[in-house]
């Protein structure tokens, strides 16, 4: 897409810890300037500690092309809520789910100052039908990628893109027990005790044994972990 010495300037829509920038910085890329539009205050102070040259823009409903810089890359993972499987399939008539449209207003707007702009655009896997009117309004065909292949955790997830080269990467083979930190104090409730004697066996090996944030959940660490939700395992809000 550019050599690394090429320092983009980069929109990110919806951004909550800034994980594009993570992404961007683990694959040599350097952002002249990183633009982020969030609004949740709690994933701001994360980008705030991790990345403090990031500016904030605030509602993406009140951000505007002609105010920024000529944008290299746009970034985006609208909200779900609407199309997600365990949600409340209300698509685009969800408040939150239907700020996709912000998502290529702005696309539009950065092409009258950079027609040649790249975009990549996430969201969850959903039904035929809105998948079809997203992938009608964005101009390409989607990649489903479960990031299993290259993580501990079970998350398929549809990208589209116009950045060349974009596929399905080869598994990489990463289990939990690949990625837990050594040496952490055990903190099992006896309820989840009991549910892994009921559910697992007494002669399970705990070390072997990851224990979910809710308490409800026990995986082998030779297993993946399921996709995390922001209920803390209650359903509904896959993050």
Known sequence: MWDKEYQP??????????????????????????????????PICITRKNFPETIQLGDVQQVFAKNLPKIDLL??????????????QLAFDHPQSKLFFEFTRILEEC??????????????????????????????????????????????????????????????????????????????SDKMQDTINKNLGEKLNKEHLVIGSSQKNAYIGTDKSSTLTKAMGEGGGHV
């Open 111 to 188: 092409r009258v100052y950079n027609p040649n702009v790249k975009f990549l655009l996430e969201n969850v896997p959903m039904k035929k039908e809105f998948l079809s009117i997203i992938t009608e309004h964005v101009g390409v065909e989607p990649v489903m990628i479960n990031s299993a292949l290259v993580s501990a955790q079970n998350r398929k997830r549809w990208y589209w893109t116009n950045i060349s080269g974009v596929d399905e990467p080869s598994d990489q083979q990463i289990n939990l027990i690949d990625v837990l930190e050594q040496d952490v104090k055990d903190q099992v």
């Open 9 to 42: 300037v980069v929109l990110s829509l919806f951004d909550g810890i800034s994980c594009g920038q993570e992404a961007l910085k683990r694959v040599g890329i350097k952002p002249k300037v990183y633009l982020s539009s969030e609004i949740e205050k709690f």
């Open 75 to 88: 970034l985006a993972g609208s909200p779900c809520q609407g199309f997600s499987f365990a949600g409340s």
